[in-house]
Every structure is written in C-alpha cells, then in structure tokens.
C-alpha cells in the first residue's frame, strides 16, 4: 500500500506553510515569472495562470495522493500573502527519504524566509513522519540555494557532473539551455541540532527538474 503525506498546515514564528489553493492562482503564476526562477528552474516561461491552476488542482494533488511528494505554499502569517514553494518529490517510503526544493518570490527575498520555510519542513519531517533522510540539489552557480542549503544544517555530499540544465538570457531576449553540475546536499535527524541559530537573512531557491 502507498504511502502519502497528509493534508497539514506547519506554522513558524513569521510563516504557515498549508496546501495550495486555487485562491493563490494569481500570485503564483506571477512569482513563477521571476526572472531568477527561469534561469534556476524548468518552470515553463512565460508561466501562466492556466498553468498555475492546472498544477493546484491537477499535479500537486496527485503526487500527494501517489505518494510522490507534497507542495506546500509559504504565507506570511500576518498578511496571508504567498511568498514562496515548498516541494517534496522523488519520495521513498521504504528508506523514509524524499528531496526539497524552494522557491522564494522576488519581493521576499532576503528576509530569511526560505531557511524558516525549509528548517520547519524538515523537523515536520523528521518528527511527525519519521523520516531519516532529505536531500536536496542545487545548481553550481546557485549561491542562494546553497546559503540556505548550509544555514538549516546540510552536508554537501558531492557533485553530479553536468547533471542539472540552467537557462541564460540570450541577447535576443530568448532563453538558452546551458548544461552545469548539481551539488548534492543531505540532511539527517541529527543534522538539525544548532540549525535555528544558524538562520540568516538569506533567501533562496532550489531547481525544479520536474516541475510543470
């Protein structure tokens, strides 16, 4: 029988991180439209709110039921405003492991909004689930992605070469695929100890190889 994450809300201190909603169509597609986020991801560019809607109601669903991952949205508690994704995907319910990305949208940037998102998704993780292991991959330039990587705890495990494809602006205002390595980053139950304290004002955002 598969196994799947439940329906949940994490709240932090500044953040809830809840199930996405057709409600947050609009936002979403406009954080998708980041420049970063085309260069960082495979988001398809320009995102559109058809295709924001499809992955609310359409995708997000059904890895949750599959058992594949959980996306959640990162609000603001205050404002309720979206200000970023977090994803689980590639879930093995037998070795309780499952990779993390994020994204955070341009204007949140810089508020450490990304290392509270990820850090409380994996305590949620490793207490309530009883996962043992998240892994996480980041491309080579990804300074961003890699600071909160370091500032939730996680050991950089080794390099995947030319295993991840990034995207350039060419001077024609078209996108370029431009092929890089991935680092690969693991983070352990023990790993956690101290990681509050090393919680900056870094925001950042993980490489989606799947997303649609």
Known sequence: MTSTFPTISISTERLVLRPLDEDDVPALAEMMNDEQVGAWTDVPQPYTERGARRWITEYAPAERIAGRGLDLAVTEFLTQRLVGI???????????????????????????????????????????????????????????????????GCISEGVLRNACIVHHRTEDGTWTDVRTDYIVWSLLPEDLEGADEQLGDTGGFGSYSDWN
């Open 86 to 152: 977090v994803q689980l995907a590639k879930t093995n319910w037998h070795i309780r492991s499952t990779e993390m990305s994020y994204i955070i949208a341009p204007w949140a940037r810089g508020e450490g909004y990304a290392s509270e998102a990820a850090l409380a998704t994996a305590q949620w993780l490793f207490g309530d689930q009883k996962f043992e292991r998240i892994e996480l991959r980041t491309a080579a330039d990804n300074t961003a992605a890699q600071q909160v990587a370091q500032k939730i």
